[in-house]
């Protein structure tokens, strides 16, 4: 599941029209946004499968305030809830963390705004397994 609430969560930004990357590849188009897997853990009991998953963005911006980070990060809290209307196995979702750091000493980027969302996700055993039944 973690692979697929990354899939979907990248969409979402994508879908809102942000330049956005998974792989670190610096970008000239300005705000650049990169996604990464911060933290993944699962759980398996008896009757249920879960997954706590924190994903990062990072948000690189030539403007001078922070107000363009800010924009950028209540648009993507504004459509969060779709991805929960979406994938039923997604129990919540939500943001975590946010701050802007000042990184005028680095190239061209003047702030770069790092925000880790969580995600829990989970299914009954019943569930798993009679969807990893092949027909």
Same mark, same amino acid.
């Given at each position: 599941?973690?692979?697929?609430?990354?899939?979907?969560?990248?969409?979402?930004?994508?879908?809102?029209?942000?330049?956005?990357?998974?792989?670190?590849?610096?970008?000239?188009?300005?705000?650049?946004?990169?996604?990464?897997?911060?933290?993944?853990?699962?759980?398996?009991?008896?009757?249920?499968?879960?997954?706590?998953?924190?994903?990062?963005?990072?948000?690189?911006?030539?403007?001078?305030?922070?107000?363009?980070i800010?924009?950028?990060?209540?648009?993507?809290?504004n459509?969060?809830?779709?991805? *929960?209307?979406?994938?039923?196995? /997604? @129990?919540?979702?939500? !943001? $975590?963390?946010?701050?802007i750091? %000042?990184?005028?000493?680095?190239?061209?980027?003047?702030?770069?705004? *790092?925000?880790?969302?969580?995600? /829990? @996700?989970?299914?009954? !055993? $019943?569930e798993?397994?009679?969807? %990893?039944?092949?027909?």
């Amino acid at each position: 599941m973690i692979k697929k609430i990354k899939e979907r969560f990248y969409s979402l930004i994508k879908d809102l029209e942000y330049n956005i990357t998974d792989n670190g590849t610096y970008n000239e188009n300005f705000p650049w946004l990169m996604l990464r897997l911060g933290n993944a853990t699962k759980l398996n009991s008896f009757d249920l499968k879960v997954d706590a998953v924190s994903l990062t963005l990072d948000i690189f911006s030539t403007y001078n305030g922070e107000l363009e980070i800010i924009d950028i990060v209540e648009d993507i809290n504004n459509n969060l809830q779709s991805l *929960v209307a979406d994938m039923p196995e /997604l @129990l919540y979702a939500y !943001q $975590k963390t946010f701050k802007i750091l %000042d990184d005028r000493s680095t190239g061209p980027v003047k702030k770069h705004g *790092v925000v880790v969302f969580d995600f /829990l @996700l989970g299914q009954s !055993q $019943k569930e798993v397994n009679e969807n %990893d039944i092949v027909q």
